[in-house]
């Protein structure tokens, strides 16, 4: 019902930039919080940042003030500016919709299929 299309990732070295963006489509009625996880091989998927439907956003201590998280509700779309890129960031970077498939109904995660950023140092 609903698919997810993440794009953005790369290879960078550290002190670089990118912008992850993923993009919702499919049927439901609207995309209540957007959240970014990432993931590094052998560790548990950690959470990285999120942004609730009225625009407040928030972050883990390790990518605060260096990335930046923001929505585009008419294009079901949210991005992940990551600046001053640090080795420690490459993982797999995952976006996480909470999304309300008719109106009144509990928001459900959905996850994408993961996206590969690797900084080099």
Not at 25 to 52: K, L
Not at 90 to 98: H, L, Q
Request: glycine share 12%.
């Amino acid at each position: 019902q609903v698919q997810l299309q993440e794009s953005g990732g790369g290879l960078v070295q550290a002190g670089g930039s990118l912008r992850l963006s993923c993009t919702a489509s499919g049927s439901f009625w609207v995309i209540a919080n957007w959240a970014w996880y990432r993931q590094v091989p052998g560790n548990r998927r950690e959470w990285v940042a999120s942004m609730v439907s009225g625009g407040a956003s928030n972050y883990d201590d390790s990518v605060k003030g260096r990335f930046s998280i923001s929505r585009d509700n008419a294009k079901n779309t949210v991005y992940l500016q990551m600046n001053s890129l640090k080795p420690e960031d490459t993982g797999v970077y995952y976006c996480n919709p909470a999304v309300r498939l008719r109106a009144g109904r509990p928001p459900i995660d959905y996850w994408g299929k993961g996206i590969q950023v690797t900084v080099s140092s």
